[in-house]
């Protein structure tokens, strides 16, 4: 029996004995207060955190570690890691309700949100110009693939690496905004495809395993300080738009007064002076994440709703259909799905607190 049914009980025992007793009230109420404060006391259940790794598992704990153990300080609650390797994992956990927060890219967070088990409070705060995350493709400089131009005319000749499909520089950008426009589909006009994280297709690629790969320039940067001499076998031949930056989200169904505390301590990271600031900005940098991050909530997803659009429909326009009919009415479900979503998304948005 827990703390606070052992007081109930000893106290339906005080009542029976001290019945005609005036001091049976105040016996009652003092052992209430005792095992109510007992209870109080035990140690809250700690917040669990999903990432995927980035490099491997044990970098990214040993880089998000420090960010929450000061986080979890600040709120009183500890965070604690969920060990995932791959988006399906991850993915899977957040259906199960096993995250509490999660860091997650956008086509992710969007399925997290329009699936009801998780919202956004915060998002990496990018700015524009040299720092701005922008997908990537990359070659050897010494492959005969040697441009972009011959990848796009003869794809069937060469080896992509590439992220997942939930992956948004990995996939979800590359597919939109460069090969669907020319007619090429990347999960069946390459020779042969291999799917993993961005450390591992950059590595295909160096080591001459496969020919071209999807990356970032996040984190082919991370890349290059890890592995300079893989690094230095590599060239970018295609830059994408700036993509959305990903978020942090919360369960749905967390106290507003949790998701508050945790968004006011992430927000404010990093943002000290001093040496305590100091060392919260190198914490950033090893995530990534230098200019630290902003409040945001479920609007902010309207970019990659805005890529799933565009994904789906250059895959509607490009696919093979019995009759225009046909076509059409996959064209106007497409149209609709993201009216609702975009319409969706829009009346979150939180509104400023009345002053």
Partial sequence: MGLMGKGVGMIGWIARVFAHSPLARLFAFAVLACAAGLAAAQPKAPLRFGVLPVGDVVESRRNWEPLWADVGKQVGVSVVPLSVSTYDALAQAIQRREVDIAYLPGKMALDAVSGGQMKVIAQVHRREGPSQHQAVLITRKDSPLSGLDKLLAMPDQWVMAR???????????????????????????FRDVIVGTHQETALAVANGVADVATNNTTDLERFGRQFPAEAERLQVIWHSQSTPAAEILVRSDMPASMQRKLRNALTAYGRQDGQRGERQREVLRALQSSYGYVAADNSALQGAAQLEYEMARQ?????????????????????????????????????????
């Fill in 163 to 189: 992220g997942p499909n939930q992956s948004v520089s990995g996939y979800v950008v590359p597919q939109t905004q460069l090969f669907l426009p020319n007619g090429i589909d990347m999960e069946t006009r």
């Fill in 315 to 355: 895959r509607a326009l490009s696919a093979q259909w019995t009759s225009d009919a046909a076509k059409g009415a996959r064209l106007d479900r497409i149209e609709k799905d993201h009216a609702r979503l975009t319409a969706m998304l829009q009346s979150q948005a939180e509104r400023p607190a009345a002053r």
